[in-house]
């Protein structure tokens, strides 16, 4: 956790910089690798044959602005490089998850996928699934990614994949609709399901989640184990067999989500709900909070509610916890089939745009917590005061835990997701939950 403190820390600095316009080692000055012999006359250089790149990627909102820079950037290289298409595979994240998955059994992973870091991609390493990136990191394009976060995708001192994002875990929330319900920012877990109860007596969705996806309830629940654990680090006790899931930590966190659950704070139908479409509930106004990472401020300012939203820290947990302490998530990020026919064209694609992603992203006004560096003066490019406050909490850190599934091996990660998805639907006594945990634990740790 002193690793990812370190990296938000590096990351509020350059923010920060950023903001005074004093930052020189923005993407922007990076020019992408040339891969064209150097002894090769333009004349003399036969034409290329025509090839296509599979991009499989998590952006499938076309609203969305990470949907909008991804298709920017594929544009224009295509246009400076007419014998390569760019395939796009766009996949809400556990659909891409699950195609990865049956893609890797098969040998048919596409040129580039979507993985995750630590825990979650070690196996497609250690199956020989991915190709390392170390050589196309050169003329700079290392140096864009803030201090430390390559390596959270590196093993054996290899780079395998290059992340969009370095996040924190945060409640937007939807002003208008608190002063409906004549409620105020929660400043305790308690507090927060007095207003959901009050915001579901006005007819008022309290919080969107997109369940079906598993990953979101277990992000938010995680956040409630920081909290009643009283800090960081109660995965890696369990991992060091310091503490166990039946640890009393445990067991109030899921009572506490079975609070929340109890008093109908979330949409109905949430394990039907993508995050995707999660997402959308609250930008259209028609759900009052959605806990996700700080990757959504973008698309918080590009909704119908732009004027409305705003952000509050998770709260503490019956007293517990420092609000200052976040679900830290390094994003997910690009890797290339190390059995791709067309190495040397997806390299050069995905050198070009993760080159170009920082200044396309700053453009769009969608720069808040990437993984690279920026270059730009964030004030002076209008952006939004929800922006500035999101920058804002980067600055305050104090450290915080990863995501239970970037984590924990990936057998013990799908019992605990789907453990806590039926939390949603249906009252299960917290300490068979916990036993449930620590069973596949046992069984997965030997």
């Known amino acids: 956790m002193k690793k990812v403190l370190t990296i938000l820390l590096a990351s509020s600095l350059t923010l920060g910089l950023a903001a005074c316009g004093s930052s020189s080692n923005g993407a922007k000055d990076t020019p992408a690798p040339s891969t064209a012999p150097a002894t090769e006359k333009p004349s003399e250089k036969?034409?290329?044959?025509?090839?296509?790149?599979?991009?499989?990627?998590?952006?499938?909102?076309?609203?969305?602005?990470?949907?909008?820079?991804?298709?920017?950037i594929v544009a224009d290289f295509e246009a400076s490089h007419k014998n390569i298409k760019i395939e796009l595979d766009?996949?809400?994240?556990?659909q891409q998850k699950i195609k990865l998955k049956t893609q890797a059994a098969s040998g048919e992973v596409p040129d580039i996928t979507i993985v995750n870091p630590a825990a979650q991609m070690k196996p497609f390493v250690d199956g020989g699934i991915l190709e390392p990136l170390d050589d196309m990191l050169g003329n700079g394009l290392k140096e864009t990614f803030q201090s430390g976060i390559l390596d959270y995708y590196s093993f054996n001192d290899k780079?395998?994949?290059?992340?969009?994002?370095?996040?924190?875990?945060?409640?937007?929330?939807?002003?208008?609709?608190?002063?409906?319900?004549?409620?105020?920012?929660?400043?305790?877990?308690?507090?927060?399901?007095?207003?959901?109860?009050?915001l579901k007596a006005k007819g008022i969705t309290p919080i969107a989640v997109g369940e079906k996806d598993t990953w979101t309830g277990s992000f938010l629940f995680m956040n409630i184990v920081l909290r009643t654990n009283n800090g960081p680090n109660f995965l890696k006790d369990v991992l060091e067999k310091k503490?166990?899931?039946?640890?009393?930590?445990?067991?109030?966190?899921?009572?506490?989500?079975?609070?929340?659950?109890?008093?109908?704070?979330?949409?109905d139908g949430a394990t039907a709900v993508d995050q995707n479409a999660a997402g959308n509930l609250f930008k259209s106004g028609k759900a009052a909070m959605h806990y996700i990472g700080t990757w959504e401020t973008g698309g918080m300012d590009a909704s119908a509610i732009k004027d409305k939203v705003g952000v509050f820290k998770f709260p503490t947990v019956g007293g517990k916890g420092d609000p200052d302490q976040f679900m830290l998530a390094p994003g997910s990020a690009f890797a290339v089939s190390a059995k791709s026919k067309h190495m040397k064209e997806t390299k050069e694609f995905l050198a070009y745009f993760m080159t170009n992603y920082p200044k396309v992203s700053f453009e769009m006004k969608n720069a808040v917590g990437i993984a690279q560096k920026v270059d730009g003066d964030f004030t002076a490019a209008g952006y939004s005061p929800l922006a500035m406050e999101v920058l804002g909490l980067f600055k305050g850190v104090k450290g915080g835990d990863l995501a239970f599934d970037n984590t924990m091996n990936p057998a013990t990660a799908q019992t605990?997701?789907?453990?806590?998805q039926r939390v949603f639907v249906e009252q299960i006594k917290p300490e068979n939950v916990a036993k449930e945990h620590q069973a596949s634990f046992d069984a997965n740790n030997k």
Do not use: W
């Open 90 to 94: 766009s996949l809400n994240t556990d």
């Open 416 to 420: 605990h997701l789907t453990s806590i």
């Open 159 to 198: 780079v395998y994949a290059l992340p969009d994002g370095n996040n924190l875990g945060v409640v937007f929330y939807n002003k208008e609709l608190f002063a409906q319900a004549g409620v105020e920012v929660p400043k305790t877990f308690e507090d927060l399901v007095e207003v959901a109860k009050k």
């Open 46 to 72: 036969p034409a290329d044959k025509p090839v296509t790149v599979t991009f499989q990627n998590i952006y499938p909102d076309p609203t969305a602005p990470n949907n909008k820079i991804m298709k920017k």
């Open 243 to 267: 503490k166990t899931f039946n640890d009393p930590a445990f067991v109030e966190a899921v009572q506490k989500l079975e609070d929340l659950v109890q008093v109908k704070g979330f949409q």
